[in-house]
C-alpha cells in the first residue's frame, strides 16, 4: 500500500518536474514549482522523514514560489517606471 | 537534418535509460541504512537528552554547532536581501513615479472569514512546533516559517498598513538580532558551567514533556524567533514599497 503511493508520488513528481521546466512565464512557473514542493514534501513524509517533510513543505511550497513571486512584482514595477521614462 | 537529431537524441537517450536500470539494479532496498552513526543516535539519544526527536537532538545538541552556523547563514541573507531590496533614504521619490490605487482591504466575506480562522491556527500550530522540537517533528525552523505566514494571511485579508501594524520593522528587526545572538548566548552556558561550547548544561526532564531536553528546548526557542522575524522582515521589505507607491 505505502510502496504503491511510493510510486504514485515518484511517477507524480517527475511529471510535475518536468512541468516546472516546461512552463514558460514565471509567474505560472511560481506555482507550478510550489506544486511540485508538496508533492517532494509527500514523497519525503512517506519515506518516514517527517522533519525534512515540514522543512519542505515550509520552504518549498510556501517561502521559495512567495520569494519569486515577490521578486517578479518588484522587477515588474522596475519595468514600468523604465517605460515610462522612455516615452518622456 | 530533423530526422538526424532525433536519432542522435534517441541514441544518447536508450544509453541513459541502459546506465540507469543498470544502477536501479544495483540500489540497496527502500529503507536499508548503511551507516552506523544513525543507529548509535538512535540508541542513546532518549537516554542522553531524554529527545524524543532524535533528528532535534542532532540538530541542536550532537551537532549544534552546525545549526549555529546555518542561522547565521540565514541572518546574513535577510540582511543582504533587505540592504539591496531597501530603498535608500537620500534616494529621491520621483515625482512622475507612477502611483497605484491604495489596494483595498477585500470586501469577499469569504476570504476574511478564512483568513480569520487562518490566523489562530497558524499562530498557535507554529507555537506548538517551535516549543515541542524536542518532543515532535518540527522544531524553531519549521515553526518559525509558519508563525511568519501569519501576517502574511493578515495582509492578504486586510491592507499593507495592518501588516506594518502587528508586525513593525522595529520589532522585526529586534527579534532577528536577539534570536541569533540568543543561539550564541544559550550555547555561551556550557563554556560557564566549565564545559565545552553548546554543551547541554540545563536539566533536562522527562522524555515527551514540552520542558525537556535541556537546551534543546531554548536553542529552538531562539531559532523560532530568528527565523520568524527574519522572514517577516523580507515581507514587510515589500510591503513597505507598496504603501511608499500608494496614492
Redesign the interface.
Known amino acids: 500500500m505505502i510502496g504503491a503511493l511510493q510510486l504514485l508520488l515518484f511517477i507524480l513528481l517527475a511529471v510535475s518536474g518536468m512541468q516546472v521546466v516546461r512552463t514558460r512565464e514565471p509567474a505560472s512557473q511560481a506555482v507550478a514549482v510550489s506544486f511540485y514542493g508538496l508533492v517532494l514534501a509527500l514523497l519525503f513524509f512517506l519515506h518516514q522523514a517527517p522533519d525534512v517533510a515540514l522543512s519542505q513543505i515550509a520552504v518549498g511550497a510556501v517561502a521559495l514560489p512567495l520569494m519569486i513571486l515577490l521578486a517578479l512584482a518588484k522587477v515588474r514595477r522596475a519595468e514600468q517606471a523604465r517605460e515610462k521614462e522612455t516615452q518622456r | 537534418m530533423k530526422a538526424l537529431r532525433l536519432l542522435l537524441f534517441a541514441a544518447g537517450a536508450l544509453g541513459l535509460a541502459a546506465a540507469f536500470v543498470g544502477a536501479g539494479r544495483k540500489l540497496p532496498p ?2 536499508s541504512y548503511a551507516g552506523a552513526y544513525g543507529e548509535v543516535l538512535n540508541a542513546v539519544a532518549l537516554g542522553e537528552r531524554r529527545a524524543t ?1 532524535v ?2 537532538a542532532v540538530n541542536f545538541d550532537y551537532r549544534g554547532l552546525d545549526t549555529l552556523g546555518e542561522e547565521f547563514i540565514l541572518f546574513t541573507s535577510v540582511l543582504a536581501v533587505a540592504t539591496i ?1 531597501r530603498r535608500q533614504e537620500d534616494e529621491e521619490d ?1 515625482e ?3 502611483k497605484w490605487e491604495p489596494r483595498k482591504a477585500p470586501e469577499s466575506d469569504a476570504v476574511r472569514t478564512l483568513g480569520g480562522v487562518l490566523v489562530p491556527l497558524m499562530v498557535s500550530f507554529g507555537l506548538y ?1 517551535i516549543s515541542h522540537g524536542a518532543v515532535s ?3 524553531g ?2 515553526g518559525g ?2 508563525l511568519a ?1 501569519a501576517p ?1 494571511v493578515v495582509y492578504l485579508c486586510a491592507t499593507a498598513k495592518t501588516f506594518l501594524r502587528i508586525a513593525p520593522p522595529g520589532l522585526t528587526r529586534a527579534g532577528e538580532s536577539i534570536g541569533a545572538a540568543g543561539y550564541v548566548l544559550i550555547g555561551c552556558l556550557g563554556v560557564l558551567a566549565g564545559k565545552t561550547f553548546l554543551e547541554n548544561v540545563l536539566p533536562l526532564g522527562t522524555p515527551g514533556n514540552a520542558w525537556s531536553s535541556g537546551t534543546i528546548l531554548f536553542l529552538n526557542l531562539t531559532v523560532g524567533l530568528a527565523v520568524a522575524a527574519g ?1 517577516t522582515e ?2 514587510s521589505v ?1 510591503v513597505e ?1 507598496v504603501l511608499r ?1 500608494e496614492a
Open positions: 527502500v529503507g526527536d533528528v532535534s531590496l520621483e512622475d513615479e507612477p512546533m517533528p518540527g522544531g525552523f519549521q516559517l509558519v505566514s502574511l522572514f523580507l515581507l515589500f514599497e507607491r
